[in-house]
Antibody
Framework: QLRLQESGPGLVKPSETLSLTCAVS??????????WGWIRQPPGKEPQWLAT???????YYNPSLNSRVTISSDTSKNQFSLKLTSVTAADTGVYYC????????????WGQGTMVTVS | EILMTQSPATLSVSPGERATLSCRAS???????LAWYQKKPGQAPRLLIY???TRATGVPGRFSGSVSGTDFTLTISRLEPEDFALYYC????????FGRGTKVELK
């Protein structure tokens, strides 16, 4: 069954690093058909794209995050990860891992999301 | 950054009625680079429309998308009870950005 599942701590202290992992089942992150990424949604706000990684390991980031974000992948475990450094309360929100189909370019598959609170 | 402006913020509609949601880009966005998502409380967003007008797999035919210049429209022809939700537009021409959403609520 095709599924994305986020995991990581639900509470992070200010100035520390937020680390999340997305386990992918039913699809290979090494496939050239897809890109993988992270999107977050702060409470009461619109979703914000954070980062994308290609099967080639090329990475793309939201420039507004000022180099605080890193995305990586582990094809042997079929998972990818997000690190966000120097977090503040503004980083609180639901974090989703997502898949982008390279044919349609939209985010066609989302994980259920994990709530992260910075406090 | 391309800003996406959605209107109205809230749309009050009765079941069976038509809902028209708008999304405008602050600069040119190729029609192939616009998507619509549905968001319900406690659920992940669901892709409805991509390429401005193509329904994603499993999306009912009452959902349709269109474009005119930099103005994009999502139309729900006859609202079903399960359609009351938040709807976001998103461009993916460069760094992907989302609009602030339109809430479709029961009138």
């Amino acid at each position: 069954q095709l599924r994305l599942q986020e995991s990581g701590p639900g509470l992070v202290k200010p100035s520390e690093t937020l680390s999340l992992t997305c386990a992918v089942s039913g699809a290979s992150i090494g496939s050239s058909n897809y890109h993988w990424g992270w999107i977050r949604q702060p409470p009461g706000k619109e979703p914000q794209w954070l980062a994308t990684i290609y099967y080639t390991k090329d990475t793309y980031y939201n420039p507004s995050l000022n180099s605080r974000v890193t995305i990586s992948s582990d094809t042997s475990k079929n998972q990818f990860s997000l690190k966000l450094t120097s977090v503040t309360a503004a980083d609180t929100g639901v974090y989703y891992c997502v898949r982008r189909d390279i044919m349609i370019l939209a985010f066609d598959l989302w994980g259920q999301g994990t709530m992260v609170t910075v406090s | 950054e391309i800003l996406m402006t959605q209107s109205p913020a809230t749309l009050s509609v009765s079941p069976g009625e038509r809902a028209t949601l708008s999304c405008r880009a602050s600069q040119g966005v190729a029609s192939s680079h616009l998507a619509w998502y549905q968001k319900k409380p406690g659920q992940a967003p669901r892709l409805l429309i991509y390429g401005a007008s193509t329904r994603a797999t499993g999306v009912p035919g009452r959902f349709s998308g269109s474009v005119s210049g930099t103005d994009f429209t999502l139309t729900i022809s006859r609202l079903e009870p399960e359609d009351f939700a938040l709807y976001y537009c998103q461009q993916y021409g460069g760094s992907p950005t989302f609009g602030r959403g339109t809430k479709v609520e029961l009138k």
